[in-house]
Structures are given as C-alpha cells and as structure tokens.
C-alpha cells in the first residue's frame, strides 16, 4: 500500500496567514485529492487532481505538486478554515489517507 | 442534489456482523462513472478505505480487511450495503458511504453524514 505522510501534524495559525500543508507519498503517485473536515461532519472535498479546485469553493485554496510531492495553500486563513486537513491517493486500491493535519486558531 | 445516508446497528458484540446500508437519493447507483465506497473513522482518529463497488457489481476491498467484508447493491432501493463480519473492539468507528467520480481524480464529492458503530461486549 502507498503510505501518505502529512506535515505537519498540527499547525497554529491566525485569521489571514497563508498556510502551507505538505502531502508526501511513498512511492510517486498520479492523483491527489485533499480534504477538510469539521468536528462530527463528514470531510469535505477542496481539491481533486492535485491541482483542481472543487466547484463553489473559494480561490483561497489552492493545490499543486506531482510526483511524491504536494501541497495545500490556504493563501488568507478565515475563521471557518479551521478544521482538520487530509489527502488522498487514489493511484490504486487500496486508497489511503494521510494522517491529517489539525489547522488551529493561534 | 445528491444525498446519501447511512443507517443500521449502532451497537455490535464482539464476533457479530457489522451490517450498514448507504441510501441514495437524488442519482441512481446503477449509473456509470462512479463507485461507491465505505470509508471509517475511529474517534480521534484518520481515515481508513474499506473498499467499493461499481454499478457491474465489480468490487475492490482493502486487503486487510477483504477476508470479512462484502459490499454490495440494491439497485431496486438505490442502496449500497457493506457487510463486515468477527467484528472486534478494532472496528469501532464512524463509517461513512461516499461516492468516487471516477473522472475526478477519484474523489469523494459526495458523503453521508456517518454512523457510529460501537463494538463492545
């Protein structure tokens, strides 16, 4: 299985920092896909194909990277931004899920 | 608008079969382009697969898992089921259905709310 490893694990941060979350594969991957999820609500999806940003969502988000390596941007934190982190390979089954990234409020 | 919705036994003994329905609405599963998922989530915890199935009724499991689980369709109800059987204090979680595009990179637009499923004696 591929292993996905978040960093960091946890992050403080204000209202209007640009944030940086990194993905990084075990081996090199093909599909990235990144989400956010709110205590006791299902996890929400920003970002598909690395680099897509989900219909609706705003420009804030942002996501690039190939290979083993990628990265989520939150270019100016907003007070519902906080919340937790994931991506996802999807190069083949099984896919996993890295271990999240918690985005606090410094 | 697609909705999806799990429901069934919040509360599992040791060795019984965990049996949860994912109810559809707003898209019928029979149509192309997507799988449909199970995915968990233990308290506190990341994300785990559990595995997925395709309208044919093509399915993929996670290996760790593929000896006890079984997902499966209904398509006269629009529902996707999962079946786990020897349940274990291991299997506590929140699990969730969701939908794959499979032309999106593989990515889970739409999910249920989530069902908790405790195991305990």
């Known amino acids: 299985d591929i292993q996905m490893t978040q960093s960091p694990s946890s992050l403080s941060a204000s209202v209007g920092d640009r944030v940086t979350i990194t993905c990084r594969a075990s081996?090199?991957?093909?599909?990235l896909n990144w989400y956010q999820q709110k205590p006791g609500k299902a996890p929400k999806l920003l970002i598909y194909a690395a680099s897509s940003l989900q219909s609706g969502l705003p420009s804030r988000f942002s996501g690039s990277g190939s290979g083993t390596d990628f990265t989520l941007t939150i270019s100016s934190l907003q007070p519902e931004d906080f919340a937790t982190y994931y991506c996802?390979?999807?190069?083949?089954?099984?896919?996993?899920f890295g271990q999240g990234t918690k985005l606090e409020i410094k | 608008q697609v909705q999806l919705q799990e429901s069934g036994p919040g509360l599992l003994k040791p060795s019984q079969t965990l049996s949860l329905t994912c109810s559809v609405s707003?898209?019928?599963?029979?149509?192309?382009?997507?799988?449909w998922s199970w995915i968990r989530q233990p308290a506190g915890k990341g994300l785990e697969w559990i595995g997925r199935?395709?309208?044919?009724?093509?399915?993929n499991y996670h290996p760790s898992l593929k000896s006890r689980v079984t997902i499966s369709l209904d398509t006269s109800k629009n529902q996707v089921s999962l079946n786990l059987s020897s349940v274990t204090a291991a299997d506590t979680a929140v699990y969730y259905c969701a939908r794959e595009d499979y032309y999106a990179s593989g990515s889970y637009n739409y999910w249920g709310q989530g069902t908790l499923v405790t195991v305990s004696s």
């Open positions: 199935i395709y309208n044919t009724g093509n399915t």
């Open positions: 081996q090199s991957i093909s599909d």
């Open positions: 996802q390979e999807t190069y083949g089954t099984p896919y996993t």
């Open positions: 707003g898209g019928s599963i029979r149509s192309g382009s997507y799988y």
